[in-house]
Antibody, heavy 122, light 107 residues
């Protein structure tokens, strides 16, 4: 049974950084990528980026270029998302999701973490 | 980025109703569309991938169709547990995945 378990809620000051973890179980982390998706309060879903957990290659949405870093630790089956220079509009629930590539038919997210609330407030 | 426009943004329905949600892409995206269900306070759940393939464990009353730029999620007979928000998502541009704005299905 596939499980993604995320770290707990965080409260940060504007300008600070946050690092959220996502630990996979029930499958081999390096067999699938991990995407990160966020959801501001009362809003829709926003894709942030993706990490190839096999080789560490990353792709970030243009909006987050320069202040987002995704990494992974294969020894602990854990992926990480670090967002820097936090602003109040970064307040959101952050989800990790297992990213399945269907070659010619696209990509989809077939398992999700429980979400981590990050609150940015002075 | 490809824009995904969902309609309606919300709808009221009753148990047993047939419900249809539409998603239109700003350009042709082949069949690279997925559908998710989200209940309040919960993570999204994958329902349909590649436009029409039902995810394992998802009830057969859910179905997806379409190709090119117009896509549809249909619930053939709405059940009490189906009241939720539904999102489409495109993966045609793999460096810029985008979601629709969501459709809230209410009683």
């Amino acid at each position: 049974q596939v499980h993604l378990v995320q770290s707990g809620a965080e409260v940060k000051r504007p300008g600070a950084s946050v690092k959220v973890s996502c630990t996979a179980s029930g499958y081999t982390l390096t067999s699938y990528g991990i995407s990160w998706v966020r959801q501001a309060p009362g809003q829709g879903l926003e894709w942030m980026g993706w990490i190839n957990t096999y080789n560490g290659y990353t792709t970030y949405a243009q909006k987050f270029q320069g202040r987002l870093t995704m990494t992974r630790d294969t020894s602990t089956s854990t992926a990480y998302m670090e967002l820097r220079s936090l602003r109040s509009d970064d307040t959101a629930v952050y989800y990790c999701a297992r990213d399945v590539s269907g070659t010619a038919v696209g990509r989809w997210f077939d398992a999700w973490g429980q979400g981590t609330l990050v609150t940015v407030s002075s | 980025d490809i824009q995904m426009t969902q309609s309606p943004s919300s709808l009221s329905a009753s148990v047993g109703d047939r419900v249809t949600i539409t998603c239109r892409a700003s350009q042709s995206i082949s069949s690279h569309v997925n559908w998710y269900q989200q209940k309040p306070g919960k993570a999204p759940r994958l329902l349909v991938y590649a436009a029409s393939s039902l995810q394992s464990g998802v009830p057969s009353r859910f179905s997806g169709s379409g190709s090119g730029s117009d896509f549809t999620l249909t619930i053939s007979s709405l059940q009490p547990e189906d009241f939720a928000t539904y999102y489409c998502q495109q993966s045609f541009i793999t460096s810029a995945l985008t979601f629709g704005g969501g459709t809230k299905v209410e009683i």
